[in-house]
């Protein structure tokens, strides 16, 4: 069912509570931000509800800090980037409950501290719950890079609030995610890489269901080929998994594409001696998909209408062995396809490539996005009310 979204709330004179990733990475002393991209993600929504009125307080966690306060954990940079970026003050509380959070006044901003200085964020008390849902009137959570997670600030609280609303991120995530899944334009296409088969299969096989063709890559890729009787040399494998992968390419077909050529070394080092091979050798490993290949999963993805990819082709942070995932990075960007990109690797790779404006969306959460993409309803989603 579809989920209230913060444009369907009347904001006006109200205080909000807004659940935000501001789980930044920080330089060694805690002090300073090293990257503000998901602080600048949430300045959409942020917006929107200052503008419409309310008294807004956000909420993040950042870290792990083990349920004690660290100071080299503390949100407060975010407060300083935040008000920078808002170019309006941003009050840092000291806690995230008790009697000393102040109440914002419609346009002012309060950031709460970590919420995991205290074990009950994690562990969904409903007794920390009720607290955090105390201080405000509606609920809106912007996080979907948490949504995949139970706990007392993405779902906990939602029962004691009357409202609880997607933010504007977390829209965009859910409407580009539930197009390319449930209902894309075809040929539909999926490119799954990664070291694990094991970390995918629930992937592989919600995909099996949705998409026309499904392409492997990385190392992955060579447990579906030891499990089909090929060499694999020293190429990752995962022994205990051969049943599965070869259940799974029983079951998919045609509609299954594996590398069919290589890109191999002697040992897993940036430019180590390495040749193109159909049958890899014993005594070394493939770290990137070879030519034909890349030119049988570029006609692929050139044919798409809808694309979903989620993990490298190769060991693309080590050159020479970025030349799979940098070619279907721009082969995805160029498709005119709608593209869904989900997970760090895939989002560092377009990002590497210089074609993250020609994807469609590109998911700001990496369990989350591998989650949903499973077919698991994430608590964060199923928590919010239904329009």
Request: glycine content about 10%; overall charge negative; hydrophobic content about 45%.
């Amino acid at each position: 069912m579809p989920k209230l979204s913060i444009r369907d709330l009347d904001l006006n004179g109200k205080t909000v509570f807004m659940r935000v990733d501001f789980n930044v990475p920080l330089a060694p002393g805690g002090q300073e931000i090293t990257s503000d991209k998901r602080i600048r993600a949430a300045l959409p929504t942020i917006q929107y509800a200052l503008e419409h009125g309310c008294g807004l307080i956000l909420a993040s966690h950042l870290g792990r800090p083990k349920g004690k306060r660290n100071p080299e954990m503390s949100l407060a940079p975010c407060a300083v980037k935040l008000a920078e970026l808002l170019g309006k003050p941003v009050t840092m509380a000291s806690d995230c409950i008790g009697a000393g959070i102040p109440k914002p006044a419609p346009g002012e901003v309060v950031l709460l501290e970590n919420l995991r200085y205290h074990n009950e964020e994690e562990g969904n008390d409903p007794e920390f719950s009720k607290q955090l849902a105390s201080l405000c009137d509606v609920y809106v959570n912007d996080a979907f890079g948490t949504a995949h997670r139970a706990h007392a600030s993405t779902v906990g609280m939602i029962s004691f609030v009357p409202q609880a609303a997607a933010g504007l991120l977390m829209d965009k995530e859910l409407q580009w995610l539930g197009k390319a899944t449930q209902n894309p334009d075809r040929p539909c296409i999926a490119i799954l890489g990664g070291a694990k088969v094991s970390d995918k299969i629930e992937v592989i096989q919600n995909l099996a269901k949705v998409v026309d063709k499904l392409l492997i890559g990385g190392a992955m890729a060579y447990t579906f080929l030891k499990a089909r009787g090929e060499a694999t040399g020293k190429s990752l494998v995962e022994d205990d998994k051969l049943e599965l992968a070869a259940s799974l390419m029983a079951s998919l077909g045609d509609k299954l594409m594996l590398p069919t050529d290589h890109v191999v070394a002697e040992e897993f080092k940036a430019d180590a001696p390495n040749e193109v091979v159909t049958t890899i050798p014993d005594g070394k490993m493939a770290l990137d998909i070879g030519p034909a290949t890349i030119a049988a999963y570029e006609a692929a993805v050139a044919s798409a209408k809808t694309i979903i990819w989620n993990g490298p082709m190769g060991v693309f942070e080590m050159k020479p062995f970025d030349k799979g995932t940098m070619a279907l990075a721009n082969a995805v960007a160029n498709a005119g396809a709608v593209s869904v990109v989900g997970g760090g690797d895939s989002e560092k790779a377009i990002k590497v490539a210089g074609v993250s404006n020609k994807i469609t969306h590109v998911s700001t959460g990496g369990g989350a996005s591998l989650e949903y993409l499973s077919g698991i309803e994430l608590p964060g989603v199923a928590a919010l009310t239904e329009k």
